[in-house]
């Protein structure tokens, strides 16, 4: 009979250097709330205003679960204040469905409130609504998570689906402060600390940041791709503003990014300067003198 050998643990010491952490939370079953949510992100030193945003439209669409039964719900417009869906009754008759428009109902973004000419089916919306805007969900507890990260912190997917993530070590504190909302609310969060000189621990945490960051600089080159000339101004600003803040995360991060930073840097100037060239051409002036954006 052969026995295993179990490869001892690598002793890591108190004063070891932290490239940063490794991170996965999960919320399964998780129903909280809308008060109680604000209140474990004031205890827990956080936005509360995170939670405001969770908007009655993203609620609307876990209600409409419940009033689908024999019909079909479809947004069919949208602008700054409402959004309109039309209710359309399904009927089987033999083997054939047969559908009909019911009705349009009109949802108000900002106050949650909802209008038809059903006044029965109107009533029922809005109950449903009242009762998804009021109970928090585990997804909606991973979208503020999202939020705030996306404000105060990185998120760098180590696998493609996502669901787990490396975060540097700068952001310890702000990790502990998720750990603490989440426990106050019944979710977890596992915590992975990756230590720096192991050759495969500093080779992903490369390869997790660089493509990271690859992955918003081609974003950036793709919004600017779809800009033309009915692109307002504060869209343009806001691109601009997102280019200038990944170059500053580009030096921030240079420790982890190796050879890679070189690249990095080529690719966001080269977004830069199609972003100014946009912009040259959208207002007609020549590009030989580059403006500023």
């Given at each position: 009979?052969?026995?295993?050998?179990?490869?001892?643990?690598?002793?890591?010491?108190?004063?070891?250097?932290?490239?940063g952490?490794?991170?996965?939370?999960?919320?399964?079953?998780?129903?909280?709330?809308?008060?109680?949510l604000?209140?474990?992100?004031?205890?827990?030193?956080?936005?509360?205003?995170?939670?405001?945003?969770?908007?009655?439209?993203?609620?609307?669409?876990?209600?409409?679960k419940?009033?689908?039964?024999?019909?079909?719900?479809?947004?069919?417009?949208?602008?700054?204040?409402?959004?309109?869906?039309?209710?359309?009754?399904?009927?089987?008759?033999?083997?054939?469905?047969?559908?009909?428009?019911?009705?349009t109902?009109?949802?108000?973004?900002?106050?949650?409130?909802?209008?038809?000419?059903?006044?029965?089916?109107?009533?029922?919306?809005?109950?449903?609504?009242?009762?998804?805007?009021?109970?928090?969900?585990?997804?909606?507890?991973t979208?503020?998570?999202?939020?705030?990260?996306?404000?105060?912190?990185?998120?760098?997917?180590?696998?493609?689906?996502?669901?787990?993530?490396?975060?540097?070590?700068?952001?310890?504190?702000?990790?502990?402060?998720?750990?603490?909302?989440?426990?106050?609310?019944?979710?977890?969060?596992?915590?992975?600390?990756?230590?720096?000189?192991?050759?495969?621990?500093?080779r992903?945490?490369?390869?997790?940041?660089?493509?990271?960051?690859?992955?918003?600089?081609?974003?950036?080159?793709?919004?600017?791709?779809?800009?033309?000339?009915?692109?307002?101004?504060?869209?343009?600003?806001?691109?601009?503003?997102?280019?200038?803040?990944?170059?500053?995360?580009?030096?921030?991060?240079?420790?982890?990014?190796?050879?890679?930073?070189?690249?990095?840097?080529?690719?966001?100037?080269?977004?830069?300067?199609?972003?100014?060239?946009?912009?040259?051409?959208?207002?007609?002036?020549?590009?030989?003198?580059?403006?500023?954006?």
């Open positions: 009979m052969t026995t295993a050998t179990v490869p001892l643990p690598v002793p890591v010491g108190a004063g070891t250097r932290l490239l952490e490794v991170i996965a939370w999960a919320c399964p079953g998780i129903s909280v709330t809308h008060s109680a604000v209140r474990a992100l004031e205890d827990a030193g956080l936005d509360p205003g995170v939670a405001r945003e969770l908007a009655p439209r993203h609620a609307f669409s876990r209600a409409c419940r009033l689908s039964d024999q019909r079909i719900i479809r947004p069919v417009s949208e602008d700054a204040a409402v959004v309109k869906f039309q209710f359309t009754q399904e009927s089987r008759e033999g083997d054939r469905y047969e559908y009909r428009l019911e009705t109902l009109t949802l108000d973004k900002q106050t949650g409130a909802v209008t038809c000419e059903l006044p029965g089916l109107a009533t029922m919306a809005q109950e449903e609504l009242d009762r998804c805007i009021a109970a928090r969900t585990g997804s909606d507890i979208k503020v998570v999202q939020r705030l990260f996306e404000r105060q912190a990185d998120l760098f997917p180590i696998r493609p689906q996502g669901g787990c993530y490396f975060t540097p070590a700068c952001h310890v504190a702000f990790i502990d402060k998720i750990q603490d909302l989440l426990n106050r609310v019944g979710g977890r969060l596992l915590r992975f600390p990756v230590p720096a000189g192991t050759e495969e621990g500093d992903s945490v490369t390869q997790a940041v660089a493509d990271g960051l690859a992955a918003v600089v081609a974003e950036h080159r793709a919004a600017v791709v779809q800009f033309g000339t009915d692109t307002r101004d504060d869209t343009l600003a806001r691109a601009a503003e997102k280019i200038r803040t990944t170059k500053f995360k580009l030096a921030a991060y240079a420790e982890y990014l190796a050879g890679e930073k070189s690249r990095l840097d080529s690719a966001v100037a080269d977004a830069e300067r199609e972003l100014r060239e946009k912009v040259e051409r959208i207002a007609g002036t020549p590009t030989a003198e580059p403006a500023t954006v």
